[in-house]
C-alpha cells in the first residue's frame, strides 16, 4: 500500500518534471531561433481588458495593443518582442523588477508614472473617460458630484489616481472604491446601487451594453479625464522609445493604426 | 566479559552514579537490587549508552570504551553487542512481532532477510509465541509484548542481554509467564544484567547479586550470602522491608 | 446582448478551464513533495538544535507561517531576482513557473517542518531508545522506526495542508501563470463573462478538495487497520 503510494507520487512528479521540461525546451527553442543582432525585448501584456490587453482562446495575449506592438515590431527588425501576460495591478512592478521593457494595458500618462517610466510620446488609442452611472440617474455630472458617493475603479489604473488625488486636494473626499477589473461585478455593483459611479470610455462602455445589457448611462455634459494611451517602458530604454514612436508616426500616416483599431474596436484610434 | 570502571553519571545537581566499578563474567546472570532512586536503572542504561555517563570506561569483550569521549561510531560498535528488554516492553508499533525481531538483524546487521525471518522464527518460538509471528503491538498482552521484547533481545545473539525492570509494568498473573522465559534463556548461558524487584528469580536464577544504594554498589556476592548473611546495614534494612516473610527463615 | 448569467456558459467553460488543471496539479506535487523533503531537514535541524542552522530555522519559519503567501509570491519572483543581480546572476528572464514553483516549494516546507516536528515528538522515546539498543544507527532509527509511526500521526494534518495548498495555488495567476483560476479570469475578461468562470472554479475546487479529504480519510482507515 505504502508502496503503491510512493510509487503513484513519484511518477506524477517524473511526469510534471518531463512536462516543465518540454515547455521550457519550447521557449529556449524560440530564444535561440533570434539571431545575435536581434535584441529580444519581453512585453508585459494586461490579461483582463478585451479588447485591448486579454488572453485569447490560445492562452495567448492578445488584442489591439498587442496587434499595434506586433505592426510595430514587423517594422523594427532591430527588436525580437516577447509577449507575457500580467495582470495590470503587477504590469508597473513588473517593469521595476525588470521582468519586462514594455508594459501594455491602454496606459495614461500622469505625473506620477512620468517620474518613473519613460512614455511613448505618439499615443495609440484616444482614452477620454467619462462617468458612468444607473440608468436613469441625474444626480452625477461632473466629478465634483462624487463627493461622498462611492466610486468604483481598478488598483493601479489612472482613474485610480485621478480619484486619489482629487481626495488629496479637496476637504470633501470622494468614496474610492477598488474592484477586481470584472466588468460584469461592476455593471452589477452600478445596477444594484453598491456604487454609485463607474469611469469609463465610450467604447467601453458601449463594450458593456452589448455584454450585459442596458441598464447604465454614461453622463455626455462633460469628460471625466481627456487623454491618449500610451505604451510605458523601462526609464533606460530611450533608444528603443524613439524607435517605437518612428514607427507608430508612420502607422498613424500610411493608415495602419487606423486599420487595426477598426479591426478591434469598431472604431478609429482618435475618436472617441 | 563485561567491566564497568569508575562510572560516573549526574543529571543536573543530583549525582546518580558515584564511580561503580562492576565485573560480570561471560554467561553469568547477574542480578542489581536495590531501593528505587538508587541508580540501578541509570547504571543499565549507561552501559548501551541510552544515558552517555559523565566519566568511566567500559570494556566489552575486546572493545574499550571511554565514556567522556566516546565517538558515535563507538556507540554503534557497543549497542551491536548488546540488547535490553525494557519495562515498558518498546515494542515498534508500526511493525509485528517477527519484524520487531528482525529489525536489528536486517537494518543493523544487513542480515539477509530469509536468514534474519528464520532466526526471528527461532525465538519467538522459543518464547512461546508460535502463533503470533504476524500479531501487532496492540493486538497482544503485556506479558506477550514483553516475550516478543526478550525474543528481540536473544535474536541479536548478542554479549549481554539488559533486562530493565522487564516484569514491573505487568498484571501480577502475567508476571509468571516473563519470568519462567527469562529463566529458560538464562539456563542457555547468555550473559545477563538484571534491573527487577522479582525476589524469587534473584535468588533462583542470579549467580551474583549487586546491592546499589544512593549511587553506589554498597554489597555484592551469591544470592546465598546476600539474601541469608547480608554485611551492610543497608542491605539489611531493604531485604527486611522487602522482604519480611524472610526474616524468619535466616 | 447578454445576461450577467448564463449557465450553459458553465458547461461551455468547464473543459476549458479544467484543462489548466496539470498546472495546478504540478505545482501542489512539486510543493508538497520539496515541502516534505525540505521540511523534514528543517525539521531535524530544530529538533536537534543545530548550531546557526537552527537560529536560521526559526526565523525561516516564522516568517513564512506569519506572512501571506502572495507576499512571498512577490518576493521571490520580483524582489529575490533583483537581489541576484547585485551579485551578477541574472535570473530575471526564467520562466514564471520555476518562481512559482520555488516559492510554494519553499513555503510548504515551512509549514511541513512543524507537521514533522510535532508528528516526530509525538512519537514515544521508548521507540527511538528500543531502535538503538538493537543497534539502529539514528538515521536508521528514524527511517524505520520514528517516521513510519510519525507519519501515520500527521497523516490528518497532511492531508489538511495538501488541501490547503490545492486551494493557495489560485494565488499562482497573480504572477500570471495560467492555471485553472487565471483561464476563468481570462475567459471572464475576453467574453465579459466572469461570474460563470468562477462557478465553473467553485465546482471543481469542491470537487477535487472532497475527492481529496475521501482519500485521506480512506488511506488513514487502511494504514490503522493494519495495526489493529
Not at chain 1, 189 to 203: E, F, H, Q, W
Request: aromatic share 10%; net charge neutral; charged share 25%.
Amino acid at each position: 500500500m505504502k508502496k503503491r503510494i510512493s510509487f503513484y507520487f513519484l511518477l506524477t512528479i517524473i511526469m510534471g518534471v518531463i512536462a516543465l521540461g518540454c515547455s521550457s525546451e519550447e521557449a529556449s527553442k524560440q530564444a535561440s531561433s533570434s539571431d545575435a543582432n536581434v535584441r529580444e525585448i519581453s512585453v508585459g501584456v494586461g490579461s483582463n481588458f478585451e479588447p485591448y490587453a486579454y488572453i485569447d482562446n490560445d492562452n495567448q495575449p492578445a488584442g489591439y495593443d498587442v496587434a499595434v506592438l506586433k505592426e510595430i515590431n514587423r517594422r523594427l527588425p532591430q527588436y525580437q518582442f516577447k509577449y507575457q501576460s500580467i495582470e495590470l495591478k503587477n504590469l508597473l512592478l513588473s517593469l521595476d523588477a525588470k521582468k519586462i521593457q514594455i508594459a501594455t494595458q491602454q496606459f495614461e500618462k500622469n505625473p506620477d508614472r512620468e517620474e518613473k517610466y519613460l512614455f511613448t510620446n505618439e499615443g495609440f488609442a484616444n482614452y477620454d473617460k467619462r462617468l458612468v452611472i444607473a440608468k436613469g440617474r441625474t444626480d452625477i455630472k461632473t466629478i465634483d458630484d462624487l463627493v461622498g458617493k462611492k466610486v468604483g475603479c481598478a488598483q493601479g489604473s489612472n482613474t485610480a489616481a485621478i480619484l486619489e488625488k482629487y481626495n488629496q486636494t479637496h476637504q470633501q473626499k470622494i468614496n474610492i472604491v477598488y474592484v477586481q477589473n470584472a466588468s460584469s461585478a461592476v455593471y452589477d455593483d452600478i445596477v444594484n446601487g453598491r456604487l454609485d459611479a463607474g469611469v469609463m470610455t465610450r467604447k467601453t462602455f458601449k463594450r458593456n451594453q452589448e455584454a450585459f445589457g442596458d441598464g447604465l448611462d454614461i453622463v455626455n455634459d462633460s469628460l471625466f479625464s481627456k487623454s491618449e494611451a500610451y505604451f510605458i517602458l523601462s526609464k533606460n530604454e530611450t533608444q528603443l522609445r524613439d524607435d517605437i514612436d518612428k514607427v507608430l508616426k508612420e502607422m498613424k500616416e500610411d493608415g495602419t493604426l487606423s486599420k487595426l483599431s477598426y479591426e478591434y474596436t469598431n472604431s478609429d484610434y482618435d475618436v472617441e | 566479559m563485561i567491566e564497568l570502571k569508575n562510572v560516573h553519571k549526574a543529571f543536573g545537581k543530583n549525582t546518580v552514579l558515584k564511580g561503580i566499578n562492576l565485573k560480570v563474567n561471560k554467561g553469568e546472570v547477574v542480578v542489581i537490587l536495590g531501593p528505587s532512586g538508587s541508580g540501578k536503572t541509570t547504571l543499565l542504561r549507561c552501559i548501551n549508552f541510552l544515558e552517555s555517563a559523565d566519566d568511566g570506561e567500559l570494556i566489552i569483550g575486546d572493545t574499550k570504551v571511554d565514556f567522556k569521549n566516546a565517538t558515535s561510531k563507538e556507540i554503534l560498535a557497543v549497542r551491536r553487542r548488546t540488547a535490553m528488554v525494557f519495562q515498558n516492553y518498546n515494542l515498534f508499533n508500526n511493525m509485528n512481532a517477527i519484524e520487531n525481531v528482525m529489525e536489528g538483524l536486517v537494518t543493523g546487521r544487513k542480515m539477509p532477510i530469509g536468514r534474519a525471518r528464520e532466526i526471528a522464527k527461532q525465538a519467538l518460538d522459543k518464547v512461546g509465541l508460535k502463533d503470533k509471528y504476524e500479531a501487532y503491538p496492540l493486538q497482544l498482552s503485556g506479558g506477550q509484548q514483553q516475550r516478543v521484547g526478550i525474543a528481540r533481545a536473544i535474536a541479536l545473539n548478542p554479549d549481554v542481554i539488559l533486562f530493565d525492570e522487564p516484569t514491573s509494568a505487568l498484571d501480577p498473573e502475567l508476571v509468571g509467564e516473563v519470568l519462567s522465559v527469562m529463566q529458560a534463556v538464562a539456563k542457555e548461558g547468555i550473559t545477563m544484567i538484571v534491573v527487577t524487584h522479582e525476589m524469587s528469580f534473584a535468588m533462583d536464577i542470579a549467580q551474583h547479586i549487586i546491592f546499589m544504594a544512593d549511587g553506589n554498589i554498597v554489597e555484592e556476592g551469591s544470592p546465598k550470602d546476600i539474601f541469608t548473611n547480608p554485611k551492610e546495614k543497608r542491605t539489611k534494612q531493604f531485604l527486611e522491608r522487602i522482604l519480611p516473610r524472610w526474616n524468619y527463615s535466616i | 446582448m447578454g445576461s450577467l448569467f448564463d449557465i450553459r456558459l458553465v458547461f461551455e467553460y468547464f473543459p476549458l478551464i479544467f484543462s489548466r488543471f496539470p498546472i495546478t496539479l504540478l505545482i501542489v506535487v512539486v510543493a508538497i513533495g520539496a515541502g516534505l523533503v525540505l521540511g523534514l531537514f528543517i525539521a531535524l535541524v530544530r529538533m536537534r538544535k543545530v548550531l546557526l542552522l537552527n537560529q536560521f530555522a526559526i526565523l525561516y519559519v516564522s516568517f513564512v507561517r506569519g506572512t501571506p503567501i502572495i507576499v512571498q509570491l512577490f518576493i521571490i519572483y520580483y524582489g529575490f531576482p533583483l537581489l541576484l543581480e547585485q551579485v551578477g546572476i541574472d535570473i530575471t528572464q526564467w520562466e514564471k513557473i520555476y518562481f512559482v514553483l520555488v516559492t510554494y516549494g519553499l513555503n510548504n516546507a515551512a509549514f511541513m517542518s512543524e507537521i514533522i516536528r510535532s508528528a516526530i515528538s509525538s512519537v514515544p522515546d521508548g521507540q527511538r531508545e528500543a531502535a538503538y539498543s538493537v543497534g539502529l544507527s539514528r538515521w536508521q532509527a528514524l527511517r524505520r522506526v520514528i517516521l513510519p509511526q510519525a507519519f501515520l500521526n500527521a497523516f490528518p494534518v497532511f492531508g489538511t495542508r495538501v488541501v490547503n495548498t490545492f486551494e493557495s495555488t489560485s494565488l499562482a495567476f497573480t504572477l500570471g501563470i495560467l492555471d485553472m483560476v487565471g483561464q476563468a479570469q481570462a475567459i471572464g475578461s475576453r467574453t465579459y463573462h466572469e461570474l460563470e468562470g468562477y462557478v465553473v472554479l467553485a465546482i471543481i475546487f469542491i470537487a477535487i478538495s472532497m475527492i481529496l479529504e475521501k482519500l485521506f480519510v480512506h488511506a488513514e482507515k487502511r494504514f490503522i487497520q493494519q495495526r489493529r
